[in-house]
């Protein structure tokens, strides 16, 4: 069965740094997603992606975020000038459509560790 | 956001049936009902999603209420891999474009 995949499964990065997290969506999806959980917390919605633009995005995707899909499988989220509150894990999802009945699907994640 | 309340938390015998209920009055006529769960250490996983009928897939069944207040994620016998966090979720239609998770149901599967 076809599948989300995320890498790094782990980045380490000192405060400050740029980080880009990336993600191969599943072949055949048009929409494409960004969440986070911050260690004991709800998973978060962050972006959301289709037609080579954002089409949404939450109070927490600031300018210090950003998206794009350099190419026709890579799907990345770049943080400028991390900060250490974000570490997290980030999810990367896909779904063939964008409709209330289309299920998402997501990767494992990228545990980010900002020291 | 349109809201569902689960229990924090449930246990369940393995191989025995699970009920996890969800409630959802707040529900409108074109709402999905959706499930997600989360194994530890992994991203969020796609269960099962329905409308009006109820829904069986090879993972798990979902039975809907008549009115549509409520729902329940039915686990035909629990192993030790269905411990996880199970989310019902609403999928809106003015918020497609995302999937808003709350705290969850943390089932435990007792061997």
């Known amino acids: 069965e076809p599948e989300v995949t995320q890498t790094p499964s782990h980045q380490v990065t000192q405060m400050g740094q740029e980080v880009i997290l990336r993600c191969v969506p599943i072949s055949n999806h048009l929409y494409f997603y960004w969440y986070r959980q911050i260690l004991g917390q709800k998973v978060e919605f962050l972006v959301s992606?289709?037609?080579?633009?954002?089409?949404?995005k939450s109070e927490i995707f600031d300018d210090q975020f950003s998206v794009e899909r350099p190419d026709g499988s890579n799907f990345t989220l770049k943080i400028r000038s991390t900060k250490l509150e974000d570490s997290a894990m980030y999810f990367c999802?896909?779904?063939?459509?964008?409709?209330?009945?289309?299920?998402?699907?997501f990767g494992d994640g990228t545990r980010l560790s900002i020291l | 956001d349109a809201k569902t309340t689960q229990p924090n938390s449930m246990e369940s015998n393995e191989e025995e049936p699970v009920h996890l209920p969800c409630n959802h009055s707040t529900i409108s006529g074109t709402d999905y009902i959706h499930w997600y769960r989360q194994l530890p250490s992994q991203g969020p996983e796609y269960v099962i999603h329905g409308l009006t009928s109820n829904v069986n897939n090879r993972m798990a069944s979902l039975a809907i209420a008549e009115d549509r207040k409520s729902s329940t994620l039915i686990l035909h016998r629990a192993t030790l891999r269905d411990a996880a966090v199970y989310y019902c979720?609403?999928?809106?239609?003015?918020?497609?474009?995302?999937?808003?998770f709350g705290p969850g149901t943390s089932l435990s599967v007792i061997p």
């Open positions: 979720i609403l999928g809106v239609k003015t918020s497609y474009d995302k999937v808003i």
């Open positions: 992606f289709y037609n080579n633009e954002i089409s949404e």
């Open positions: 999802a896909s779904s063939r459509g964008g409709s209330p009945f289309q299920p998402q699907h």
